[in-house]
């Protein structure tokens, strides 16, 4: 391992997990199961169920780790192997921008979510900010083999793509604090979102 893959494992993943469990448990509005796309570890997944035991926390990813702390199901990163309105909430964290065809992924998990998906993921937006991306991607997945094509959008794509797939962001925050303070000032700037969304049209 790497000093800065050391540094990023011991510094920023725990404090990743539960920034995101707390954005996750307040952007989720019922109860009942939850499907987290792309679960990893299960690590955000897991501190969101203490948060929340009214949630059923399940996962699904295209390599199921050994260790995975949820119960995780494998799939191929394409089409999701659940019926349709399977979920109240989808969970897709950092996960868009590293996939293949991330508009036929973000209609599957539209599919399978009868209330909305909350997307946590990155912004091309201001200067310099895909060479970090790409930095901070390397770091934190070259050596779990996940591959990083480097798919970031602006904030303008993003909204594109969420019409796209018949999706309405009802809750944006451009402030996710993921980093402490000062890895903050080069890391969260501009480049992290969370937001919760929902069907367009669907009461």
């Known amino acids: ?15 990743r997990a539960q920034v995101l469990a707390a954005h996750a448990s307040r952007l989720i509005e019922t109860s009942g199961p939850v499907l987290d796309v792309g679960t990893g570890d299960g690590a955000i997944a897991a501190l ?22 949820i119960p995780a199901t494998a799939f191929d990163g394409r089409t999701l192997p659940f019926a349709d309105d399977s979920f109240g909430t989808v969970l897709l964290f950092d996960v868009l921008h590293h996939a293949d065809d991330a508009d036929g992924l973000l209609a599957e998990c539209t599919r399978v979510a009868r209330e909305a998906i909350v997307l946590k993921d990155h912004l091309a937006d201001g200067w310099g900010s895909v060479t970090l991306l790409r930095y901070m991607d390397r770091v934190g997945n070259e050596r779990h083999g996940v591959a990083s094509p480097g798919n970031y959008l602006t904030r303008a794509g993003w909204e594109d793509a969420f019409a796209r797939a018949g999706l ?18 080069f890391f969260d700037r501009t480049m992290q979102f969370v937001c919760r969304l929902e069907h367009v049209g669907r009461a």
């Open 48 to 69: 969101l169920q203490q948060r929340r035991p009214d949630l059923m926390l399940s996962g699904v990813d295209t390599l199921v780790r050994p260790d995975c702390a």
């Open 1 to 15: 391992m790497r000093p800065v893959e050391w540094l990023h494992e011991r510094f920023a993943l725990g404090r």
């Open 168 to 185: 309405k962001p009802v809750e944006w925050s451009g402030r996710v604090g993921l980093y402490p303070w000062p890895a903050s000032l």
